[in-house]
């Protein structure tokens, strides 16, 4: 990667390394050449560590929601409270939140009412919402179908794809973004990588949602935001561009979708 080339990471979990770590993750990241990223809520609890973070860090922004794991924990926030743990220049988007239907964490329909909250935040800010989807692809195509058919079409993103084709292809006709991790990497994924050539290029971006799932070479230790950059080589590989312009592409669309973050 040429020097002065910036990568986002669309999705990380920065508040899993511990304070003393942080600095070294961060500088090890934009050493990397990815400038900025995104660290996400999974719980509402969640808030002043996610906002801490975003004021120590002027490359991190955040995330409020709360993930499909933790649906079932304590009182589900409403629409209007998500909204309002939106209210601070650095948190960005919504989020994460879905379904899992893999663990199944939380009762079922006690994620998908989690779910349609979290849409309709999206809604009413119009701040992307960072989707988690787990084998659960019927039942995310017909809510994000149904809700914004309810209350109008919201930006989004399906974050960490690795669904099945026909859910990917129902985001995208409904206006979503398709963010791929460092699954896109392994050595199972020809069919991940098949689709990621089908992407329209002005709807991809690219994540590590470290400390999980880091990309090949690395697979099986701990991931941090610094690999994006060998996910982003993959993809650009898969899409036969260079990672310059790969780069190039992810970081523009970062910002068409993300429109509250400033470059």
């Known amino acids: 990667m040429n020097p002065g080339v910036s990568i986002v ?4 979990h920065l508040d899993h390394f511990t304070a003393e770590e942080q600095p070294e993750i961060v500088a090890r990241a934009v050493a990397a050449g990815v400038t900025r990223m995104t660290t996400i809520s999974v719980r509402m609890s969640q808030g002043p560590t ?17 993930h ?37 964490k939380s009762p079922r329909d006690v994620q998908r009412e ?5 849409i309709r935040a999206a809604q009413a800010t119009q701040l992307p919402l960072c989707i988690h989807a ?3 692809d019927e039942d995310i195509a017909a809510i994000l179908t ?8 919201f930006p989004f993103l399906l974050h960490c794809f690795s669904s099945g084709r026909a859910l990917g292809e129902a985001a995208l006709a409904l206006g979503g973004y398709i963010s791929f991790s460092g699954i896109l ?64 592409i992810t ?13």
């Open 9 to 12: 990471d669309s999705h990380c």
């Open 50 to 66: 996610i906002r801490a973070l975003t004021e120590r860090f002027p490359e991190v922004w955040g995330t409020a929601g709360v």
């Open 68 to 104: 499909p794991h933790q649906a079932g924990e304590g009182v589900m926030p409403t629409v209007e409270e998500i909204v309002a743990a939106t209210d601070h220049p650095r948190i960005i988007g919504i989020g994460e939140s879905g379904l899992d239907y893999f663990y199944d």
């Open 114 to 118: 989690n779910f349609r909250r979290h």
């Open 134 to 136: 787990r084998d659960a």
């Open 146 to 153: 149904e809700e914004a058919g309810k209350g109008g079409r």
């Open 185 to 248: 990497t392994f050595p199972r994924s020809a069919e991940l990588r098949e689709f990621a050539q089908a992407v329209p290029a002005e709807r991809l971006l690219v994540e590590t949602d470290s400390p999980y799932l880091a990309p090949v070479p690395l697979r099986g230790k701990r991931c941090e935001p610094a690999y994006t950059a060998l996910t982003l080589k993959v993809l650009a590989e898969t899409r036969g561009v260079a990672p310059e312009e790969m780069a190039r």
């Open 251 to 263: 970081t523009d669309n970062f910002y068409r979708l993300f429109t509250k973050a400033a470059r």
